[in-house]
């Protein structure tokens, strides 16, 4: 993903974070590709752009894990699409990675508030 | 998922589901792009600009199709499977380097899957019985005799008492050689059979492979005997026909029926027949020379409980021991201890020590071959370094490169290792046929089972890191983008300096270690001269051994076994081609029945003892021993058994040193409890002979003392015949004139004292010779190969500077003079290194080495001028190519 305004040597800590915030998308129901990149767009008030290019990777990548079932459906519309939605693996998945990121987003927030 | 249905999921989805899969990603992708470009008209675009956004958004469909499979572990494989097929096009290449290293690495991994082989199958794993790992044998020790042991046979009802009243086993079995004559066809030949107690079949976990085992009947008197066959001898008695079940066999005049043929991996003993034989069996209270046919002493086997250590079994027997002994006090020692062992410990005997230091070996020759190959893999990294940096340039990453070219070693490495399981399928067989007789138990089955199978895979895949990391993280140092732009033939010239340098350091090290195999081989190898050199006291070539086997209970007096014997003397003397024949008890080089002496009017502290055998006059000169004073026995002291002995001079010199032995007496202890035989009886020394090394050459001469065959009718006798031509050739002769006395009387295993030294003495250092000696040829063929393909790739990377020299006016000799100091460098360095690690390894092998130091000075020298010599003379010929640079070809070459 390449977030706006982001510098490049945050990338790599921004990495690992794409997959807990696909995880957090899909959990509120089943959601095909394009709407989970339009709602972190959206959530995030258009701060994070996900590129199709890491989007699509990352979630065959959880799917491989088997955090993520994915089937086949209809469209309101009326055309086929791939849904995804969390296994209860990647409900597990979601809920240490969601605790590890308040973790270390605390200790990160501690460390900028007393370190002068 | 299981992994199995997982590997059947990716090769059913590999096959058919490639193209769906890519469908629908396709599709996934399309529905987005579509979904894109909606939102966009939704906005206000035109349809046409909504669909150019979202396409231009999305990016490479292409890049993010192929992004979103790297995601997936199948795609992973197919890599490997690509990067193989790949490495497998480069190994076809370059096939000359590519045929070396999978030799190199056959040798290396093919001599390491045999001696791993033999050490799993025959040493470590050679019984297929159940819980062979517990298998324990039973000894009775005695804690003031000097090596602790006491015996390690049993009467059946001690073994019984064991069996009955022990917590540490979960059971126990008694056996007992019984060799039993078997007439057929008018011929007779001795069996080896085995008394086995009724539980044996059932606590070995083996059951005939045709017929039944023993039944509780079986082993009443009054039911008709029977007998089981080992397969060995079904085999080439009867052919496998499985129709002998039911057959009578005669065995000591007894019919028994044979009820069964147990299979291939029961060799208890080596027998060739099992007989039963009843707990009950009664312990006779004075022993006569028929009971002492059947067998009186068992050898105990137990299975240990699991979790019973050895030190609890051994006190655990011991109580039992205490007890046994309080009713038959004579049969034990005073201070009275049991022992047990393991039954795969009791087997290996010394031939462990031998195949350790062989593994070592083949480790460093494994190292050999490995360090060769990565000499010749990072040659063909520098040649390929532009085809690097080109992949780097397009975007592989380093860790992919790396990859790739370790999935070329690993390809590299699985032709290795077909070709070394080649090798090891068809080596074992002959290191088999090669190992010292007796060394492996009966029953090991020594061939490439998946265990050695496993190991050459493992072994290969670790040679893999091993010869193929080093190059591979050599070919991607530094900055390969430039190594691309810079325009010069192979590469830039610092990379290809430092390959240089590195490969240097390797055929250093393979140097290094040939040294040291070199010095293993040169060391056993004097030991094997100094073994062969020793005079063993007696001219082995052109003597014939034979024992004679007497039917039950015949033949029990003195005076007819010298009847007998002087008749048989007498013909055999007369056949064409013998010079002596003569009777004795024990075969010289075997050991010889031993005893303690009494020697009237000298006083000692400690038992004074000698080995005695019971001979016939012409013993003397059949065996080539020297009289040096006094007489030899004659025809007249076996007719009428004199009590005179004749003595060796170890014997003389031990016992009467500075006097003389000749007129005193000599009493053998041992008469005074064998049945039928002189008791209290004093032998007059008549004679003085020279010494004989019966116990080996590594052991100094026994004190001897001969008796003439006539003094106790007790013993087997066997037959000792000097002749003019080749012993074989006589044997049937001796068969017939043996036959012509009396046919039931066998000659068993006639053979040539030559042969049986060769295989008793001489057979275990021959193995150690044979193998270091390959060993230590093999790797020092390797390092040769290594030294002269480093040399002759420096020499091409000298070229130019080679030309320049010459160029500016410097002499061919001092060209040669260049190229060969650098060659000699690298063997100095590898020479140096090889030396200290040989005073390590000669250390280690101190025990190996007998009759030169280990240390031994010759050898060093002279390995290290061999391999100095064969060194430099590998370094010539790429040298003399050096000076025979045109310095104009070599310049325009700029």
């Known amino acids: ?116 | 998922m299981s992994i199995a249905s997982r590997i059947r999921h990716f090769f059913r989805r590999r096959r058919e589901g490639r193209a769906a899969d890519a469908h629908q990603l396709d599709s996934e992708m399309q529905f987005h792009i579509e979904q894109q470009s909606a939102d966009y008209i939704a906005q206000g675009h035109s349809p046409d600009e909504a669909r150019r956004r979202a396409a231009a958004q999305f990016g490479s469909q292409a890049a993010v199709i192929e992004g979103s499979r790297d995601a997936r572990w199948e795609t992973r494989i197919e890599q490997f499977v690509q990067d193989l097929r790949f490495g497998f096009r480069v190994l076809g290449k370059t096939k000359r380097s590519t045929i070396l290293s999978i030799c190199a690495l056959a040798l290396g991994i093919g001599s390491s899957t045999i001696i791993f082989t033999i050490m799993y199958n025959g040493v470590l794993h050679p019984f297929a019985y159940r819980s062979a790992d517990r298998l324990t044998t039973l000894h009775l020790l005695d804690s003031a005799a000097p090596n602790g042991e006491k015996r390690s046979v049993f009467y059946l009802d001690e073994i019984v008492a064991f069996r009955e009243r022990n917590h540490s086993f979960e059971d126990i079995v008694g056996y007992a050689n019984w060799f039993v004559l078997y007439s057929h066809d008018g011929v007779w030949e001795s069996l080896h059979g085995a008394a086995i107690t009724p539980n044996t079949l059932d606590v070995l976990g083996m059951q005939p492979i045709i017929g039944r085992g023993f039944a509780p009947d079986d082993y009443k008197h009054s039911t008709p005997p029977v007998v089981l066959l080992n397969w060995r001898l079904w085999h080439s008695l009867y052919h496998e026909d499985p129709s002998v079940i039911g057959k009578q066999i005669t065995l000591d005049d007894v019919p028994r029926t044979i009820v069964g043929v147990m299979p291939k991996r029961f060799q208890h003993l080596g027998a060739d027949i099992y007989l039963p034989t009843a707990w009950d069996q009664a312990r006779p209270a004075n022993l006569t020379q028929a009971d002492m046919r059947q067998p009186q002493y068992f050898w105990a086997t137990g299975i240990i409980k699991k979790g019973v250590t050895a030190k609890q079994a051994s006190e655990d027997l011991t109580l039992i021991a205490q007890s046994l002994k309080a009713a038959h006090p004579d049969d034990f020692p005073k201070d009275i201890r049991m022992g047990t062992q393991l039954l795969t410990d009791a087997v290996v005997g010394n031939l462990k020590d031998t195949l350790v230091l062989l593994i070592v070996a083949v480790v460093l020759l494994l190292l050999i071959a490995c360090s060769n190959v990565a000499g010749l893999l990072l040659a063909q990294a520098s040649a390929r370094s532009r085809e690097i940096a080109l992949r780097a340039t397009l975007g592989a990453s380093r860790a992919r490169l790396v990859r790739q070219l370790l999935t070329e070693s690993l390809a590299l490495a699985l032709a290795g290792c077909i070709a070394g399981c080649a090798l090891a399928a068809i080596g074992v067989k002959y290191v088999v046929a090669a190992l010292p007789p007796g060394r492996i138990p009966w029953e090991a089955d020594v061939s490439l089972n998946r265990y050695a199978l496993v190991f050459a895979v493992s072994v290969s895949l670790l040679t893999t890191l091993f010869f193929g990391l080093s190059p591979a993280l050599h070919a991607i140092r530094g900055d390969l983008a430039r190594r691309l732009a810079s325009s010069g033939g192979t590469g830039n010239a610092a990379n290809s300096g430092s390959g240089a340098r590195f490969r240097s350091a390797l055929v250093a090290c393979q140097i290094a270690l040939s040294i040291l195999l070199l010095v293993t081989a040169g060391l056993s190898l004097r030991s094997f001269f100094a073994l062969t050199r020793v005079d063993l006291g007696i001219d082995p070539h052109n003597v014939l051994l034979a024992d004679l086997q007497f039917p039950a209970q015949q033949y029990g007096t003195t005076e007819q076994k010298r009847q007998f014997f002087s008749e048989l003397l007498t013909r055999v003397s007369a056949i064409p081609g013998v010079t002596h024949a003569a009777t004795l008890i024990e075969s010289p080089l075997q050991g010889a029945p031993f005893t303690a002496i009494t020697i009237p009017g000298s006083v000692h502290g400690e038992e004074w003892n000698a080995n005695a055998d019971i001979v016939s006059a012409d013993y003397f000169d059949s065996l080539g021993l020297h009289l040096l004073k006094g007489r030899l026995l004659t025809p007249v002291d076996e007719d009428s058994a004199r009590f005179v002995a004749v003595v060796s001079r170890a014997f003389a010199d031990r016992y009467f040193p500075g006097a003389d032995p000749l007129g005193h007496t000599v009493k053998l202890n041992a008469f005074d409890t064998l049945p039928d035989s002189p008791r209290n009886a004093y032998f007059e020394i008549v004679g003085v002979v020279s010494d004989l090394r019966t116990n080996g050459p590594k052991q100094a001469s026994p004190p001897q003392v001969y008796l003439p065959y006539t003094v106790t009718p007790f013993g087997d006798r066997s037959l000792i015949v000097r002749t003019s031509i080749p012993p074989a050739n006589v044997v049937n002769s001796l068969r017939l004139a043996v036959a012509a006395i009396d046919h039931n009387v066998a000659l068993v295993s006639p053979r040539a004292l030559e042969d049986n030294l060769n295989e008793n003495v001489y057979a275990a250092p021959r193995f150690s010779v044979l193998s270091f000696g390959l060993c230590a040829s093999v790797g020092l063929l390797l390092a040769i190969v290594g030294i002269f393909s480093v040399m002759a790739y420096t020499v091409s990377l000298l070229t130019h500077e080679v030309g320049i020299r010459m160029a500016l006016g410097a002499p061919r000799a001092a060209i040669l003079r260049m190229v060969l100091g650098y060659g000699a460098r690298i063997i100095g360095a590898g020479v140096v290194l090889g030396l200290a690690g040989s005073f390590v390894v000669a250390r280690a092998m101190r025990t190996e080495v007998w009759g030169v130091s280990a240390f031994d000075p010759l050898t060093f020298v002279a390995v290290a001028a061999s391999v100095i010599a064969i060194g430099v003379s590998a370094c010539y010929i790429p040298a003399r190519r050096a000076t025979e640079v045109d310095p104009n070809i070599a310049l325009r070459h700029e």
Do not use: C
Request: proline letters at 4%.
């Open chain 1, 1 to 116: 993903m390449t977030p706006a305004n982001v510098s490049p040597q945050s990338a790599d800590i921004l990495k690992g974070t794409l997959d807990m915030l696909i995880l957090k998308v899909v959990a509120f129901g089943p959601i095909h590709g394009y709407a989970i990149s339009q709602r972190i767009s959206q959530i995030s008030r258009e701060f994070f752009q996900v590129t199709q290019g890491s989007l699509y990777p990352a979630l065959h990548r959880l799917e491989e894990r088997g955090w993520l079932d994915a089937e086949w459906r209809d469209t309101p519309t009326g055309r086929e699409a791939k849904f995804y939605k969390l296994t209860r693996t990647g409900r597990k998945q979601l809920e240490v990675a969601v605790s590890d990121w308040e973790k270390m987003s605390d200790a990160v927030a501690l460390i900028l508030r007393t370190a002068h």
